[in-house]
């Protein structure tokens, strides 16, 4: 259960860190994203981890692991 906790979080994290990566990028190289858009990506990112955390509570915490790994 601790490394399914462990997982969850990491993984929380990497797709936090790829959402922010790919606005901050996208801001870099001159294309604007509305602040409305913004919000709604970080939405859908809650969402997301939402329905990770509900499959861990509800028993199925090892179905969101990378293939290949055990």
Avoid: D
Avoid at 24 to 53: D, F, K, S
Wanted: aromatic share 10%; glycine share 8%.
């Amino acid at each position: 259960m601790i490394t399914a906790i462990i997982t969850f979080l990491i993984y929380i994290c990497l797709l936090a860190i790829v959402v922010y990566l790919v606005i901050w990028v996208l801001g870099i190289i001159g294309i604007q994203i509305p602040e409305r858009v913004i919000q709604i990506l970080w939405v859908i990112v809650v969402l997301i981890a939402i329905l990770m955390l509900v499959q861990l509570v509800l028993g199925g915490g090892n179905s969101f692991r990378l293939p290949g790994f055990k």
